[in-house]
């Protein structure tokens, strides 16, 4: 269980770097106009993705344990 969570946090953490890099980089472009900016543009959605969903699972854990906390 802990292992687990350990490894979500390393691949939110991952993902939460990826997105900060590239969402960076998608502010400052004006249109997709060469194979690095798509290229850009993959990456952000291939960390969004993992980062909503690893995002909304650690929350469901925390709350589940956080409830369990209260109740005992």
Known sequence: MINTTL???AVLAI????LYF???NL???TSVESLLDA???MIFF??????LILT????I??????TKLIVH
């Open 22 to 24: 590239s969402g960076l």
């Open 15 to 18: 993902s939460i770097i990826g």
């Open 46 to 51: 291939t960390c969004f993705f993992p980062f």
């Open 61 to 66: 854990k925390f709350f589940k344990s956080f």
């Open 27 to 29: 502010v400052t472009i």
């Open 7 to 9: 490894k979500q946090l």
């Open 39 to 41: 290229l850009n543009v």
């Open 56 to 59: 909304i699972n650690l929350a």
